[in-house]
């Protein structure tokens, strides 16, 4: 069955970087596209990234362009969102989800906090 | 800016509709996707392509798309269906991009 397991949050200050991790496994990593959404807490779902399937393109969120940087190693069926320059609007619960057909977020994982605070 | 505007929440009874809009610029050329999200779960998909409903999912939720606004419906709602609501469309500009809608809160009681 298709699982996607993210890691790496925690609490960061502001203007710090962190790497947040999706593992995948139960179907053809390298042959989906993935998406980061996160969810801020009581509040509601934002599309944060897109990665292609080969990893050759990323797509951002206004929010996000410029800072974040998504990426993947599909020897190791592993997504990647490194954050740089965090602001304390970055706090939040960032889900991967996979790319699907008739559904953008086919499954989605159980989500990492990221919380931005000094 | 690409943006997808919900009513924050709707109240229905047992046994009612509940109606909830979506409404943005992109919509009429873009589909829309409604998720439904419980406390302390991941989305689930309800509604995709504007109208088409995936298997497992109640015939009780329908939807439709017309101009800049579309529409989920649950026909007899049932206690069970109380959860926020999402709509989902892609970016007019460009289809990698994406953007949910501020979410509605159903209430059914």
């Known amino acids: 069955q298709v699982q996607l397991v993210e890691s790496g949050g925690g609490v960061f200050q502001p203007g710090r970087s962190v790497r947040v991790s999706c593992a995948a496994s139960?179907?053809?990593?390298?042959?989906?596209?993935m998406h980061w959404v996160r969810q801020a807490p009581g509040k509601g779902l934002e599309w944060v990234s897109l990665?292609?399937?080969?990893?050759?393109?990323?797509y951002y969120a206004d929010s996000v362009k410029g800072r974040f940087t998504v990426s993947r190693d599909n020897s190791k069926n592993t997504l990647y969102l490194e954050m740089n320059g965090l602001r304390p609007e970055d706090t939040g619960v960032y889900y991967c989800?996979?790319?699907?057909?008739?559904?953008?977020?086919?499954?989605w994982g159980q989500g990492t906090l990221v919380t931005v605070s000094s | 800016s690409h943006e997808l505007t919900q009513p924050p929440s709707v109240s229905v009874s047992p046994g009612q509709t509940a109606t909830i809009t979506c409404s943005g610029d992109?919509?009429?050329?873009?589909?829309a996707y409604w998720y439904q999200q419980k406390s302390g779960q991941a989305p689930v998909l309800v509604i995709y392509?504007?109208?088409k409903r995936p298997s497992g999912i109640p015939e009780r939720f329908s939807a439709s798309s017309s101009g800049t606004t579309a529409t989920l419906i649950i026909s007899g709602a049932h206690v069970d269906d109380e959860a926020d609501y999402y709509c989902?469309?892609?970016?007019?500009?460009?289809?990698?991009?994406?953007?949910f809608g501020s979410g509605t809160k159903v209430t059914v009681l």
């Open positions: 992109a919509l009429p050329r873009k589909f």
């Open positions: 392509e504007d109208r």
């Open positions: 989800a996979k790319e699907g057909g008739d559904d953008p977020f086919e499954y």
């Open positions: 139960g179907f053809i990593f390298s042959s989906y596209a």
């Open positions: 989902f469309s892609r970016d007019i500009n460009d289809n990698h991009r994406g953007f």
């Open positions: 990665i292609s399937y080969d990893g050759s393109n990323g």
